[in-house]
């Protein structure tokens, strides 16, 4: 039996600032573990991940009616929202700042379903746009993202000049958008969605 | 005008300070080229959280998230508001005796609210079984001086090669301090660190190692105060980890 269609993520917001809590539950269904995962990344530890997506699900439910759509697509604008707050405790509590990602080694994912082997496709292509990035461009990346790393601290800690991490910064995030471009052009001439 | 072409990534990254921010934030208000840059720089951040590995969240959380929200509605009624969106099979599964509970309101909201709480500690401890029952290797680390008494076993399963240590009777620690589990390289040279957590209180606590652990030749559990690339807390238990036995000759 197939699943029924889903409302289209724009609808959910629209719901959402109907205060319809089952949109709510809807947003949480689709994003609540990517949330749980970003934050996790950033804080190294559960209950602060599970507070962070908490805030976050707040937020939307209350700022649904200001959401944007030119601004952006509702996955980023919530992710944006998880980063925003994650990377905010994180600089608040600096004693125990992620080590850069040598741990987290990236591992594909079980697939047990279609799409979720889909998903996986997708993200595995994210994962190698970052993985093919010279060294230090990637390391800026993630120091930046995840690490929650001023410019001026990843000046210090990297023993670089400003202008070096703005220059490493900007050249790494071109290299994985036309990465990411490619990638999007060869799945639309396979017809793929 | 000056644009800020130049601070955009950094700030689609969340990476400078707050008066530069603020600059910005305030030229991007006015400049539409700025916007547009800025538009196409978000897109790559945006696809930042797909680089992290795959978590779930704990089963209470989305109930947390309800409870709270719903508590936002003015004169909302103890149950869910509407069904304007059609529910998923898989969310009838998951809700499972959350959704019936609702539907019944007879249960009250905390009443919920510790059921999927124990519902959730359930499925941690099926899957955890589940683990165990199919790992591969396995190696235990005792508690030394003061942690004697605690341990922990680092298991590593054979479908997915996913690791994770069980610890038991965790020592409490000083609030502002975490257990950090280490892996070492054979030459002992690289410290890598694969876990922060703080004890949860509770006898057996399952954690996750992010690392292909099949790699390293030592597993090291420390309590540190800070953050460090390498360690410079105590070592609380530790074991070597030999590597993959070898496969039999033709």
């Given at each position: 039996?197939?699943?029924?269609?889903?409302?289209?993520?724009?609808?959910?917001?629209?719901?959402?600032?109907?205060?319809?809590?089952?949109?709510?539950?809807?947003?949480?269904?689709?994003?609540?573990?990517?949330?749980?995962?970003?934050?996790?990344?950033?804080?190294g530890e559960s209950e602060g991940?599970?507070?962070?997506?908490?805030?976050?699900?707040?937020?939307?439910?209350?700022?649904?009616?200001?959401?944007?759509?030119?601004?952006?697509?509702?996955?980023?604008?919530?992710?944006?929202?998880?980063?925003?707050?994650?990377?905010?405790?994180?600089?608040?509590k600096t004693a125990f700042r992620p080590a850069?990602?040598?741990a987290?080694?990236?591992?594909?994912?079980?697939?047990?379903?279609?799409?979720?082997?889909?998903?996986?496709?997708?993200?595995?292509?994210?994962?190698?746009?970052?993985?093919?990035?010279?060294?230090?461009?990637?390391?800026?990346?993630?120091?930046?993202?995840?690490?929650?790393?001023?410019?001026?601290?990843?000046?210090?800690?990297?023993?670089?000049?400003?202008?070096?991490?703005?220059?490493?910064?900007?050249?790494?995030?071109?290299?994985?958008?036309?990465?990411?471009?490619?990638?999007?052009?060869?799945?639309?001439?396979?017809?793929?969605? | 005008?000056?644009?800020?072409?130049?601070?955009?990534?950094?700030?689609?990254?969340?990476?400078?300070?707050?008066?530069?921010?603020?600059?910005?934030?305030?030229?991007?208000?006015?400049?539409?080229?700025?916007?547009?840059?800025?538009?196409?720089?978000?897109?790559?951040?945006?696809?930042?959280?797909?680089?992290?590995?795959?978590?779930?969240?704990?089963?209470?959380?989305?109930?947390?998230?309800?409870?709270?929200?719903?508590?936002?509605?003015?004169?909302?009624?103890?149950?869910?508001?509407?069904?304007?969106?059609?529910?998923?099979?898989?969310?009838?599964?998951?809700?499972?005796?959350?959704?019936?509970?609702?539907?019944?309101?007879?249960?009250?909201?905390?009443?919920?609210?510790?059921?999927?709480?124990?519902?959730?500690?359930?499925?941690?401890?099926?899957?955890?079984?589940?683990?165990?029952?199919?790992?591969?290797?396995?190696?235990?680390m005792g508690g030394k001086g003061d942690y004697a008494g605690s341990g922990g076993?680092l298991?590593?399963?054979?479908?997915?090669?996913?690791?994770?240590v069980l610890f038991h009777d965790l020592k409490p620690i000083q609030p502002t301090a975490r257990y950090t589990v280490w892996l070492v390289?054979?030459?002992?040279?690289?410290w890598i660190r694969a876990a922060t957590f703080a004890p949860d209180s509770r006898?057996?606590q399952?954690v996750?190692i992010?690392?292909?652990?099949?790699?390293?030749?030592r597993c090291a559990v420390t309590v540190e105060t800070a953050a460090t690339e390498r360690p410079t807390g105590l070592v609380v238990m530790e074991s070597?980890?030999?590597?993959?036995?070898?496969?039999?000759?033709?």
């Amino acid at each position: 039996m197939s699943e029924p269609a889903q409302p289209p993520d724009e609808q959910v917001i629209a719901a959402l600032a109907a205060r319809d809590l089952s949109a709510l539950a809807a947003l949480y269904d689709r994003y609540g573990r990517i949330g749980y995962a970003l934050a996790y990344r950033i804080l190294g530890e559960s209950e602060g991940a599970e507070d962070v997506v908490h805030d976050a699900f707040l937020s939307a439910w209350r700022g649904a009616p200001g959401y944007r759509r030119e601004r952006g697509n509702v996955r980023g604008w919530l992710l944006s929202i998880v980063h925003h707050r994650a990377v905010d405790i994180l600089r608040r509590k600096t004693a125990f700042r992620p080590a850069p990602l040598e741990a987290a080694e990236d591992r594909p994912d079980d697939a047990d379903t279609a799409g979720e082997a889909v998903r996986n496709l997708e993200r595995a292509g994210v994962r190698e746009a970052l993985t093919a990035l010279p060294a230090a461009q990637r390391k800026t990346i993630e120091l930046a993202y995840f690490g929650g790393y001023t410019q001026v601290e990843l000046s210090e800690i990297m023993g670089v000049p400003l202008g070096t991490v703005k220059g490493r910064m900007r050249i790494g995030l071109q290299k994985m958008r036309r990465a990411l471009e490619a990638d999007a052009g060869s799945a639309a001439g396979r017809g793929e969605p | 005008m000056s644009h800020v072409i130049d601070e955009l990534e950094l700030y689609a990254v969340d990476a400078l300070p707050g008066a530069e921010r603020d600059r910005v934030t305030a030229h991007l208000a006015e400049c539409g080229s700025c916007r547009d840059e800025l538009t196409a720089i978000a897109r790559v951040v945006d696809a930042l959280p797909d680089t992290v590995p795959d978590r779930e969240p704990p089963s209470r959380l989305r109930t947390r998230i309800l409870a709270t929200a719903r508590s936002d509605v003015p004169g909302a009624p103890p149950s869910p508001a509407g069904t304007r969106l059609r529910w998923r099979p898989s969310w009838i599964a998951i809700g499972g005796l959350a959704a019936a509970g609702l539907a019944l309101t007879a249960v009250d909201f905390g009443t919920l609210d510790r059921l999927e709480t124990a519902t959730g500690e359930l499925n941690v401890l099926e899957r955890t079984i589940a683990d165990v029952s199919s790992a591969e290797r396995s190696w235990y680390m005792g508690g030394k001086g003061d942690y004697a008494g605690s341990g922990g076993t680092l298991f590593v399963t054979g479908k997915t090669g996913r690791a994770f240590v069980l610890f038991h009777d965790l020592k409490p620690i000083q609030p502002t301090a975490r257990y950090t589990v280490w892996l070492v390289t054979t030459d002992g040279q690289r410290w890598i660190r694969a876990a922060t957590f703080a004890p949860d209180s509770r006898q057996y606590q399952r954690v996750d190692i992010e690392a292909q652990v099949v790699a390293y030749r030592r597993c090291a559990v420390t309590v540190e105060t800070a953050a460090t690339e390498r360690p410079t807390g105590l070592v609380v238990m530790e074991s070597n980890i030999g590597p993959p036995p070898a496969s039999p000759a033709p």
